[in-house]
């Protein structure tokens, strides 16, 4: 009777391609992240090319879609909205502003009303922070208009 013939041993490189083999499988959702990590420590600890070969016997060698021709779904261009000044994006901001400078103006006019304070200095909060507001303000739209323009081209 004859010896079987050992089986050839594996390298580094044969390693690397069945790991990036179960990475695509992986990513591609035949694998579960489970199964994925115990196959990669498998073909890693694999000392032969059969051991190899049993980490990835139930997995096709080339994407199924290319073996059956399958014509690729294209991806459609979806438009993305334009943003408006009722869009949240920039609603939700400038209400945040109005509420901070409604409460600052009501504590200064507690303070007038009260005191002999007068000097304005919730104008300190509402000028600044409203230029900050309006330059993004404008320039959100801006650029919004500028992506629908390229877009529909």
Not at 12 to 26: N, T, Y
Not at 50 to 78: N, Q, S
Not at 84 to 112: E, H, K, Q, S
């Amino acid at each position: 009777m004859s010896d079987p013939v050992p089986s050839t041993r594996t390298s580094d490189a044969d390693r690397d391609r069945v790991a990036q083999l179960l990475q695509e499988h992986f990513a591609q959702g035949r694998l579960d992240h489970e199964e994925f990590t115990e196959r990669l420590g498998r073909a890693y600890k694999a000392r032969t090319v059969d051991e190899l070969d049993v980490v990835t016997h139930d997995l096709p060698e080339r994407d199924l879609a290319e073996v059956r021709g399958a014509v690729p779904r294209r991806e459609e261009r979806t438009a993305a909205p334009v943003l408006t000044l009722r869009d949240p994006a920039l609603m939700v901001p400038w209400m945040l502003y109005a509420g901070v400078n409604v409460l600052c103006f009501v504590i200064w006019l507690i303070l007038f009303l009260t005191t002999d304070y007068d000097y304005p200095w919730f104008l300190w909060v509402l000028g600044p922070w409203g230029i900050v507001m309006t330059v993004v303000t404008v320039g959100v739209l801006a650029t919004g208009r500028g992506r629908r323009d390229e877009i529909e081209e």
